[in-house]
């Protein structure tokens, strides 16, 4: 089983919380215990944990990461968006979350972010589950 | 099966290892082989695998990941610990480990640290084993 | 199964393509569906999944890493390759990829690369397979 989820972002640097959508795939398999890996196809985006209660912890994250990675800096690939590949190693393209009583399982403050480095664009996410 | 290990930090910054810890989950599940996951469900901690033998390592990961992403930044959120969020997302908050023998395989100078970032707190690991 | 590759690197920084690698040892493998995990045993190097269609790309993400995380910063370690371990914590040890229909699933521009941030070097390189 591999689902693919189908996202589109609105702005250069953007993340959006994509959990209610891997909750629903992961209600859906009606998997008991098991591990939900969520994979981002792209080069040039990734995904995170983080906060999704306050929305000023992902805007904070994206202007820092864009001060870290600057989007000029004598780069030598040709397109324009080295400073997204950058950082979508870094943040890296997969996450793991904990799947108990067909549920995935949280920390308090914690939410999946599809990252957007290099948008607008159209964006895939795979979800692949293994039972325990 | 998850387990929950339970860690009291001390300081703002500090990795604590915790390679010991989960290495006797795995003895206790009688697991030979598969594969261990580690997980942090904080937003303002992180979990890595690191050098275990000279402690100096960790101190300049910690040293040069505070230079990197500064406490103070004209961040946004108003709880004064973006850079934690940020330093989270950076460095992940899980891992996996190989199990063979009944026992997690590293290379010759890794150990797991959790790494807390917003201390000193309470925190929580989960840790979960899938079969090979 | 655990599946070992040997790498020799060449250089201080150099990204090594080992996708062709890890694909050959799904194959040998005959697992139609699952999730293949590619884990480094060493804390100077790390791993990550990035484009491999123009190799501006790696040189990019070498040169601002090295930007990010400079080789010399009044670090405390002795040996002198602290900058080493910070990009391993950064860019993280392990990576997985999805397995269908006996092979790895990538986005069209992904490839898998060993990240040596401490070379040359001879590196070894972890696989390990679960089936779904």
């Known amino acids: 089983m591999l689902k693919e989820i189908s996202i589109t972002t609105h702005r250069r640097t953007e993340f959006i919380e994509i959990t209610n ?3 629903k795939i992961v209600r859906e398999t009606k998997v ?3 591990i939900c890996y969520i ?8 995904i995170t944990i983080n906060e999704n209660a306050d929305r000023s912890v992902i805007e904070d994250i994206q202007m ?3 001060k870290i990675v600057p989007f000029d800096d004598d780069y030598s690939h040709s397109e324009g968006n080295s ?3 950058i950082k979508s190693s870094l943040i890296g393209n997969s996450v793991c979350v904990f799947i108990e009583n067909n549920s995935l399982k949280f920390g308090t403050w914690q939410g ?9 664009r159209n964006r895939k996410v795979w979800v692949k589950i293994i039972k325990e």
């Open 21 to 23: 959508l891997i909750q």
């Open 64 to 66: 820092e990461l864009n």
């Open 32 to 34: 008991d215990n098991g």
């Open 83 to 85: 400073s997204a590949h």
């Open 112 to 120: 999946i972010f599809l990252c957007e480095f290099d948008g607008p």
């Open 39 to 46: 994979y981002v196809p792209h080069t040039t985006a990734g």
